[in-house]
């Protein structure tokens, strides 16, 4: 039994590559928690994904236990948080778990865009927050500049900012200290009802469902009888462990203690994040306030690129619906790709995580159809619909008014990109809030429709400033504007895929754009192939694949012209035929890379 003034809970929390999971990996490492035969980078990124492309996906935990220069042992209760703008939703769930935050801040880059929202984040869920100011062996690094904009920019007191570097070991002991002293213990009855907070859960394939939990009121035991209070649900707990970071089984987990819980739950379904857990008997008086439902703001169809592999495709996102709680699918059927899904992810970059470990962890190939935000049609009947999908779109006579999502988008650029980056939120259609600057960085805030940011624009925005920005986005509200369903038709055929809502003023750029990526795309065929964007019933723009041709003259020497003529005019008969039957298979590929516009 630990007492509560000697546990401190607190995340980390920083921009993407800024360090957060190296220093993770040296506070495990410097208290012992895991042996050095064990260690390896990124410890807590367990998925292949994330140790593949270098980020955290998912938030992890881990109980480290430290004796302090005061002689008392401690218990760390560390999360730590992905960096990347999709998985803030990650970041505010772990936040509410624990007490306090360092606020990790390159000593070289200085203050980033998901730097803000994160504190932001840490500040609204009442955190006690620690800069630390990693990299400083760095030959860039410049740490009073950025001690002064973090208090400029944030409003924090940063004079005493922890100085470390987190690759090299430098100045950890200094971190466990400051975390000691600088953040606040939690608090807790042991004597009074259970009340535990659900943070997260995931599906263990031997033990079934795995829940991690923050204790507040009470003590949570091993063959507890316990209710989820919003789900309505009891269980009987088969054990309760800490994670160090593997599991280490416990009697009881008490209170201000994170742990887990296992309960022959079968499916992740039936615990929902934010709710309370109490025992049967001897209820809370009332549950607590949970977290608000993460709300998709992009959709796209996912469709098994073989049709049998639908009941495999159904299986397997109802799996990985499991462990995100972020994700949401319902059924759909299309024309051309058959059956499938239509799903919603909080961002582009989440879309991309799902589809690939759907690829790899079932190995099911995907075709995934352009992604789409929700569009409010105003009919002139008076009544509203939510459209997900522009194949949907109903008959544009009876729309009287389209709106379209937008949203507020903070852009820290270095000053001698600024020029490019006004530009490229002019050409999406932007509307300019403000510019202030912090030192020699300018923070530019857009309203931009979300319609434009989703295909490309991060990408753009790296590539016109050299990696340089930094861009984090809140949802705005959705305003009126001229939008058009452009559809593609490759041999006449309408491909629902890659039918998507369009500015008018700009719908035969982008068709015109959209046809000549697709030549490329789309290899040759026994028949030429017409690719056109049409607007309604109007062709915008058209381009033809030539046919793929056998040189069926190739064995007549010399002779009279009608051989051959006769010889052609039968090949030219063969592949009208050929065109009137033949289907043309796109790849894979052309749906995603069609999609993402080079302007």
């Avoid at 991690?212 to 989820?228: A, E, T």
Wanted: hydrophobic share 40%; net charge negative; proline share 4%.
């Amino acid at each position: 039994m630990t007492d509560l003034k000697h546990i401190r809970n607190f995340s980390i929390v920083a921009h993407i590559d800024h360090g957060k999971s190296t220093l993770a990996d040296r506070l495990i490492q410097s208290t012992g928690t895991v042996k050095d035969r064990d260690m390896q980078a990124q410890l807590l990124d367990t998925m292949d994904i994330e140790r593949e492309r270098g980020i955290t996906i998912k938030a992890n935990t881990v109980r480290i236990e430290y004796k302090a220069n005061d002689g008392q042992d401690y218990i760390l209760n560390l999360i730590d948080t992905p960096g990347h703008v999709d998985f803030a939703y990650e970041v505010s769930r772990s936040m509410r778990a624990v007490e306090g935050s360092l606020l990790v801040v390159d000593a070289a880059q200085g203050v980033e865009a998901q730097t803000l929202a994160n504190v932001y984040t840490a500040i609204e869920a009442d955190h006690e927050i620690v800069p630390v100011l990693n990299k400083v062996d760095l030959p860039a690094a410049d740490c009073d500049r950025v001690a002064q904009q973090i208090e400029d920019v944030i409003g924090i007191d940063a004079s005493d900012a922890v100085r470390i570097s987190a690759k090299t070991g430098l100045g950890i002991p200094d971190v466990l200290e400051a975390i000691v002293n600088r953040l606040p213990p939690p608090t807790g009855d042991r004597d009074a009802p259970l009340k535990a907070l659900l943070v997260d859960s995931w599906y263990d394939q031997y033990l079934g469902v795995v829940v991690l939990v923050r204790v507040m009121d009470g003590v949570l035991r091993k063959g507890d009888k316990i209710l989820m209070m919003e789900a309505r649900a009891t269980y009987n707990v088969d054990q309760v462990a800490f994670l160090k970071p593997q599991m280490e089984k416990t009697e009881s987990i008490g209170p201000g203690e994170i742990g887990i819980l296992t309960a022959s739950i079968k499916q992740v379904r039936d615990t929902r994040v934010g709710d309370t857990i109490t025992h049967d008997k001897n209820r809370a008086a009332e549950a607590l306030p949970g977290y608000a439902p993460a709300q998709p703001v992009v959709f796209c169809g996912l469709f098994p690129v073989d049709a049998a592999e639908f009941e495999d495709l159904r299986a397997s996102i109802d799996k990985l619906a499991l462990n995100d709680a972020s994700f949401s699918f319902e059924m759909e059927t299309s024309a051309a790709l058959g059956f499938g899904f239509r799903c919603g992810f909080l961002g582009l970059l989440h879309l991309e995580v799902i589809r690939d470990r759907l690829e790899r962890e079932y190995d099911i190939p995907l075709i995934t159809t352009a992604p789409s935000v929700i569009y409010h049609m105003y009919m002139r009947d008076g009544s509203v619909i939510e459209m997900h999908n522009p194949a949907d779109m109903p008959d544009p006579t009876l729309i009287d008014h389209i709106k379209e999502p937008r949203i507020k988008a903070t852009i820290l650029v270095p000053d001698e990109y600024l020029g490019d980056v006004l530009k490229l939120c002019q050409d999406r259609r932007g509307i300019q809030l403000d510019l202030t600057y912090a030192g020699a960085r300018a923070m530019v805030v857009y309203d931009l429709p979300l319609n434009e940011v989703v295909f490309d624009f991060y990408d753009r925005l790296k590539s016109v400033t050299k990696g340089y920005a930094s861009f984090d986005y809140t949802m705005g509200d959705y305003s009126e504007d001229q939008l058009v369903k452009m559809s593609i038709l490759v041999n006449d055929e309408p491909v629902d895929a890659l039918s998507t809502m369009v500015h008018r003023s700009r719908a035969e750029a982008r068709g015109k754009a959209m046809c000549e990526k697709l030549k490329e795309l789309i290899p040759q065929h026994m028949f030429k192939i017409p690719i056109q964007a049409a607007l309604g019933g109007r062709i915008i723009s058209r381009e033809t694949i030539s046919a793929l041709r056998k040189d069926v003259t190739a064995k007549c020497y010399g002779g009279d012209a009608t051989r051959k003529r006769k010889l052609l005019d039968k090949q030219k008969k063969g592949k009208k035929r050929m065109r009137e039957f033949g289907r043309v298979s796109i790849p894979q590929e052309a749906f995603i890379s069609a999609l993402k516009m080079d302007d």
